[in-house]
């Protein structure tokens, strides 16, 4: 068949047409697949994914836009090897890490950043996983960079943090309890919605380890929040997690939650009638300025161990 034809059905509006031309011939263009593979739909992504031979750059655009059907295809080829920058695309997209991530740390084609940005993503076999990856992470850094004394100002502010943040649990005023863990940790209103709900409750437990809180402290916290929907025995794990989690891998964790959220819309910044009374003048213009009010260290977000 000419290729100029081969070409024009495998661009085809109507996706039965296209399909056997795309899987089959071994002519079409390079830019012809790897605008399908960009702009779908998946069935078409399925019948590249499936061709019988595939260069780099398209495997790296499928990694990036294709749904989980489409990367299984990938994962279960043997002449398909997924590169860093393929594990990278995978890692960031949280769609896939918590369909395949199971088949993906089973190829390895998780790294560690990755494990530890998705944490609220993971299947449950993967957090232990990904709190391991945390913990190495960080003795790395401790080891580099000695952790120095905080600041008597800091620590009256993280108090005051944690007394406002128990505050709202009591009143169960989810909404706000948001609020404030988003301005203390840094992370965009998504995700601090995202980490109140129930069944993530073992990423809120990270997240509030990270803040210093005490076991009495997030027990209480927990039973306010997700008390009703929260069993005895799955209480007893997230304070076993509480107590077997060092502050320095919650740390690490959170700071690669902030890597992953790069993309997210900030925390919107309060007016000044609705600034909190615990925060300091100074804390207020760091917030204007977009910073989260106790910042993970820059040497964790980089860390890459």
Sequence with gaps: MPHDLLELLAGDNDDLTAYPAL???????????????????DSLRKAIANRPSLRESVISVLCEHAGAAVIRILLDRNDVILTQAHQAKLSCRS???????????GQDALNPDGLMGQF???????????????????????????????AAASNSGRLKLQDALLQEALRQNRSRFADLLGQGLGLPRATCDLLIKQDQAEGLTVALKALGFSAGQLTTVLIRLAGADLSLERLRSLLRLNKTLSPGAAEVLVGQWLLHDQGAESVETPTPEHTPQYQENGRREIRAKGKPLFRVSKAVRKSGT
């Design 120 to 150: 609220l993503h993971l299947p449950a076999p993967l957090k232990a996983k990904a709190i391991a990856a945390a913990e190495m992470t960080s003795l790395v850094k401790q080891a580099q960079a000695p952790a120095a004394t905080p």
């Design 95 to 105: 769609d896939i890490v918590a369909t395949l991530g199971l088949e993906l740390a």
């Design 23 to 41: 899987r089959y011939s071994p002519r079409l263009s390079v830019d012809l697949l790897l605008r399908t593979a960009r702009t779908g739909p």
